[in-house]
């Protein structure tokens, strides 16, 4: 089993900025993937960001290049996802989710954390 815990959610006006954290304990939890995924209102809950917790290898979703960031730190078992730039349309309930492997569909995660609002005022 792998526990995932976000914080770090809020409201911000467009052009802002968040950092989300994600807390990882459980066993093994460092031979996953972790990713981040997004799930606005009346919307799928789509990928955002991904990394290898070993070798740091990271993929983003289009429409999230070049504004937010995905990191790990080893010593403190999170993973955060810089946010910057925001729009209004990143306003979603933001999810933490573990996978064996690389990928960025639903499926392939097995651990999901509650998840944390992000909320971008125009």
């Known amino acids: 089993q792998v526990q995932l815990e976000e914080s770090g959610g809020g409201l911000v006006q467009a052009g802002g900025s968040l950092r989300l954290s994600c807390t990882a304990s459980g066993r093994t939890f460092s031979a996953y993937v972790m990713g981040w995924f997004r799930q606005a209102p009346g919307k799928e809950r789509e990928f955002v960001a991904s990394?290898?917790?070993?070798?740091?290898?990271?993929s983003y979703a289009d429409s999230v290049k070049g504004r937010f960031a995905i990191s790990r730190d080893r010593a403190k078992s999170t993973v955060s996802l810089q946010m910057n730039s925001l729009k209004p349309e990143d306003t979603a309930v933001y999810y933490c989710?573990?996978?064996?492997?690389?990928?960025?569909?639903?499926?392939?995660?097995?651990?999901w954390g509650q998840g944390t609002q992000v909320t971008v005022s125009s």
């Open positions: 990394i290898a917790w070993t070798v740091g290898t990271t």
């Open positions: 989710a573990a996978a064996p492997r690389i990928g960025n569909s639903v499926p392939r995660y097995d651990y």
